[in-house]
Every structure is written in C-alpha cells, then in structure tokens.
T-cell receptor, first 112, second 113 residues
Framework: GDSVTQMEGPVTLSEEAFLTINCTYT??????LFWYVQYPGEGLQLLLK?????DKGSNKGFEATYRKETTSFHLEKGSVQVSDSAVYFC???????????FGQGTTLQVKP | DVKVTQSSRYLVKRTGEKVFLECVQD?????MFWYRQDPGLGLRLIYF???????EKGDIPEGYSVSREKKERFSLILESASTNQTSMYLC????????????FGNGTRLTVT
C-alpha cells in the first residue's frame, strides 16, 4: 500500500544552518505530496505542497521538489531560525484512496 | 480564517467508560477526519467522512465509532475506553477532493487510566 518514510529525528541545528529533512514515498497512481508542520502545543498546519512531478512547493523560506524518478520530496531551508523548531510531517494523497497518509514526523530543534 | 475546534484540550477517563470527542469546523468543509498521534508512529487515520451521515473506516478503526449528524460537527466515540487508547487525537477538515489541504484542530490529549 501507499506509504511515506521520513528521516529519523531529532534533528538539532544551530541558527542559520542549512536544513534538509528527507522524505521518500511509495504510491500507486500519481500522488500529491505535502509537508505539514506542528509547532509545540498546536495542531498541524500545511507548510507547502506539490501536485505533480517536478513541481516545487515553497513557503516561509522552505522548499521541496517533487522528484518522481527518486520518489522523494525532501524539505530544505537555507537558514533556519529558532522559531522553526517544530515537528515536520511529510504526507501523500492519491485519488485512489482520497486519504492523506503521513510519515512518522521529524522533530527539528534549532539552537541560538 | 479557517477554524477547527476540539471541545477538550485534556481529558482523563477511566477504563471502560464511554468517551465522546467533539470537533466543529466553521468553513463549510465537506470532509472531516479523526487521527491519533503517537510518538514514532506519526498520524494514523481512525475514521473519515465525506458528507453528512456518511462515514468510512480509516486504518485503525477498531474500538472507535463516529457520528456526523451535521456538516460542521464530527464526533469520535470510544465505546469502552482502554489504556491503549491513551493518545493525542486530532480532528481535521478539508474542502473537497484529495488535493485539498487539511485544517487541523489543536488536539485532545486523552489519558485512560
């Protein structure tokens, strides 16, 4: 079945460091891909999305490119801030199931 | 702005009790979802609904049921709470179609003792 695999956390970085969180997926059909973020004490909110191969989603300095050949959707940011500390979830949805399937989440901690 | 409201932030119940978790959205969204969130497991879908009075089982429906009598309200019911249902429960809604982003509530932390 469809699935999403994220890199294990936690990821600890210093402020202004470069961030990459890896995400790979397995899906039948042509999924849409998403990154959600969960700040402490809050629900998840959409960070960015891409709906077809080679699309790049971007928001708040974060970017991710839909790579069909490597079935990946890695999240990147050039310079992280303390306020980026949160849990990041990669997810996919397909028209086959109509459901959103999440990875296990990656905790990011940014230190000043 | 979109708002999904879960009735309780924290809840403590005893084993065997019947538990109701309520969720209300104010965006006239068609779709509503219940997930549970556990460390290392991410979010797992319990039940979802694409319309009033309609429900579909997710990946882990055992021990749960749902009710959607009105478009804006989606209730999760634990018929007889057990300790392995101690978890964070997240409600979400989306407009329509599988591409629509989900809007989440802040979650209910349920402890079953």
């Amino acid at each position: 079945g469809d699935s999403v695999t994220q890199m294990e956390g936690p990821v600890t970085l210093s402020e202004e460091a470069f961030l990459t969180i890896n995400c790979t997926y397995t899906a039948t059909g042509y999924p849409s891909l998403f990154w959600y973020v969960q700040y402490p004490g809050e629900g998840l909110q959409l960070l960015l999305k891409a709906t077809k191969a080679d699309d790049k989603g971007s928001n708040k300095g974060f970017e991710a490119t839909y790579r069909k050949e490597t079935t990946s959707f890695h999240l990147e940011k050039g310079s992280v801030q303390v306020s980026d500390s949160a849990v990041y979830f990669c997810a996919l949805a397909t028209s086959n199931t109509g459901k959103l399937i999440f990875g296990q989440g990656t905790t990011l901690q940014v230190k000043p | 702005d979109v708002k999904v409201t879960q009735s309780s932030r924290y809840l403590v119940k005893r084993t065997g009790e019947k538990v109701f978790l309520e969720c209300v959205q104010d965006m006239d969204h068609e779709n509503m979802f219940w997930y549970r969130q556990d460390p290392g497991l991410g979010l797992r879908l319990i039940y979802f609904s694409y319309d009033v009075k309609m429900k579909e089982k997710g990946d882990i429906p055992e021990g749960y049921s749902v009710s959607r009598e009105k478009k804006e309200r989606f209730s999760l019911i634990l018929e007889s709470a057990s300790t392995n249902q101690t978890s964070m429960y997240l409600c979400a809604s989306s407009l329509n179609g599988f591409n629509s982003p989900l809007h989440f509530g802040n979650g209910t932390r349920l402890t079953v003792t």
